[in-house]
C-alpha cells in the first residue's frame, strides 16, 4: 500500500513524462468558447441560440407540415390523398369500423379531405396524421437542432452557464440536459435523469419535466391550433418549472452537490454522426410512439361509443366551468392526454371556445397527467429504489400534479381575464 507521499510522487512522474509544456495562443474558437461561459455575454448568446432553435423548429416544422402532409393526407382537386382513400374503403359510413377508424360521418366527405385531418378523429385520419404530418415533421427539426449543439460543444457550456439559475431550485446545470430533451420527447429525458446525483434531484426533474415541458409533438400541434400563442404558453410553462422547483426544494429533504462537467472544446459536428443519431431518435418515435398515438384514439373512440366519454363530461363539467372556465368537452382531450397529448391538443382545435378558453385548455393538457409512455419511464425510474420507495414515489407525484393542475391552471385564467384576453 503506497504512502500519500508515494501517490503524489507517483504522480509527479507520470506528469513528467507524459504532459507536454509550450506557449499557448489563444485562437477565435477559444474566444468564443470562453464567452460562451461567462454570465455577462453567454447569455445574451444563449437567448440568441434558443431563439434561433425556436425560429428553425417552426419554419421546418410548419414547411413540411403545411406545404407537403396537408396535401399529401387531404388530397388536391387531382390527387386522392390518404385519409380520403381510407375513407373510401369503407360503404356505410354509419357503421361502428367507419366511426372508429375514419371517425365523425358528419365531419368526413369522400374525395378531397380539406380540414377534416383534425377533426374526423378516426385512427386512419386523426390518428396518422397527428402523428405523422405533425409531430415527424416537429420531431425532426428539434433533434437535428438538437443533435448540433450536442456534437458542436455548446449543449455543455449552457448547463455551465445555467448552472447558478438552477441552484435556487436544488439542482444543478446538467439538469438542462433533460429540460432540452424533454422538448424532444419526454420519455429520453426521464432517462436522462439518471445522471442527476441525488433522488431528490432526481424525483424534482422527473416530476417538472412531466407536468411544465411540452414534448415536440405537443409543440408541433400548438403551433398549428394556437400559433399566435406559443410563446406566450411556453412561458407561463417554464415560469411554472421555476416556481414549483423552488417549492419542491424547500418541502424535500437533502441537499444538490456541486457540478463537476467535463467542458469539450468546440468543433464541426460530423454528418455521419448527425445522420446516425437522428435515424435512431426518428426510428425511435416510429416504434415507440407512433403505435401509442393510434391505440389512444382507438380507445378514445370506443369510450365515444360507449357513452363513457359523456358521462366523465357530465360529471367533471361543474369543476372545469367554475374553476378553469373551460367547456366539458374538453374531458375527452384531457382522458386522451393519457395516451398522447399532442393528440389532446389537437382535439382542442376542433373544440369551439373562446381564446381564453382554447389557451388554459393548451395548458392544462400539458399540466395533465404525463402520457402513458411518460408514466411507464417515471414508474419504472421510481421502482429501482425498491418496491416500497417506488410506491411513495408515484403517491408523491400525483400528490404534486394535482396541486399543480388546480393551483398554477386555475391562475391562469384568472391572468387571461385581467388581461382581457
Known amino acids: 500500500m503506497l504512502t500519500e507521499d508515494q501517490k503524489w510522487e507517483l504522480i509527479d512522474n507520470i506528469s513528467r513524462k507524459t504532459v507536454r509544456y509550450g506557449e499557448y495562443n489563444a485562437t477565435i474558437k477559444d474566444a468564443v468558447a470562453e464567452l460562451t461561459v461567462k454570465p455577462l455575454t453567454g447569455i445574451p448568446m444563449a437567448i440568441a441560440v434558443l431563439y434561433g432553435f425556436w425560429s428553425f423548429f417552426g419554419a421546418i416544422a410548419g414547411f413540411f407540415t403545411d406545404g407537403f402532409m396537408v396535401k399529401l393526407f387531404g388530397g388536391t382537386e387531382s390527387f386522392t390523398g390518404i385519409i380520403p382513400w381510407f ?180 468543433h464541426m459536428p460530423r454528418w455521419n454522426n448527425v445522420k446516425r443519431k437522428l435515424w435512431i431518435r426518428i426510428r425511435g418515435f416510429l416504434k415507440v410512439a407512433l403505435p401509442l398515438v393510434l391505440l389512444g384514439v382507438l ?43 399532442d393528440l389532446a391538443v389537437a382535439q382542442l382545435g376542433a373544440i369551439e371556445m373562446s381564446v381564453s378558453q382554447l389557451i388554459t385548455s393548451v395548458v392544462l393538457v400539458s399540466l395533465y397527467f404525463p402520457c402513458v409512455a411518460t408514466f411507464a419511464m417515471i414508474l419504472k425510474e421510481g421502482l429501482q429504489s425498491g418496491l416500497r420507495e417506488g410506491i411513495v414515489f408515484l403517491f408523491s407525484s400525483l400528490v404534486a400534479l394535482f396541486i399543480v393542475i388546480f393551483a398554477w391552471g386555475g391562475l391562469l385564467r384568472w391572468i387571461l381575464v385581467l388581461a382581457g384576453v
Request: hydrophobic fraction near 55%; include cysteine.
Open 87 to 266: 375513407g373510401n374503403q369503407f360503404t356505410n359510413h354509419e357503421s361502428i369500423l367507419f366511426k372508429l377508424f375514419i371517425g365523425d360521418p358528419g365531419v368526413f366527405t369522400p374525395g378531397y379531405a380539406g380540414d377534416i385531418c383534425f377533426e374526423a378523429g378516426g385512427v386512419f385520419t386523426t390518428g396518422l396524421f397527428v402523428a405523422l404530418g405533425v409531430v415527424l415533421p416537429a420531431i425532426f427539426a428539434f433533434y437535428l437542432f438538437m443533435i448540433f449543439m450536442e456534437d458542436s460543444g455548446y449543449l455543455p457550456r449552457l448547463a455551465v452557464l445555467i448552472d447558478t439559475l438552477f441552484h435556487k431550485i436544488g439542482l444543478h446545470g446538467f439538469a438542462i440536459v433533460p429540460m432540452i430533451l424533454s422538448f424532444g420527447c419526454n420519455v429520453p429525458a426521464v432517462a436522462a435523469t439518471r445522471n442527476l446525483e441525488t433522488k431528490k434531484e432526481r424525483f424534482m426533474m422527473m416530476a417538472l419535466l412531466a407536468v411544465f415541458i411540452p414534448c415536440g409533438a405537443q409543440l408541433g400541434v400548438m403551433l398549428e391550433v394556437v400559433p399566435g400563442y406559443v410563446g406566450m404558453i411556453i412561458l407561463y410553462l417554464l415560469l411554472g418549472f421555476f416556481v414549483f422547483g423552488y417549492v419542491l426544494n424547500k418541502i424535500i429533504p437533502g441537499k444538490s452537490p456541486e457540478m463537476l462537467m467535463d467542458v469539450p472544446p468546440y
Open 299 to 341: 380507445i378514445v373512440n370506443v369510450l365515444y361509443l360507449i357513452g363513457v366519454i359523456e358521462y366523465l363530461a357530465n360529471t367533471f363539467e361543474p369543476v372545469l366551468i367554475s374553476w378553469f372556465d373551460v367547456p366539458g368537452e374538453t374531458v375527452a382531450p384531457l382522458i386522451t392526454a393519457f395516451m398522447r397529448k
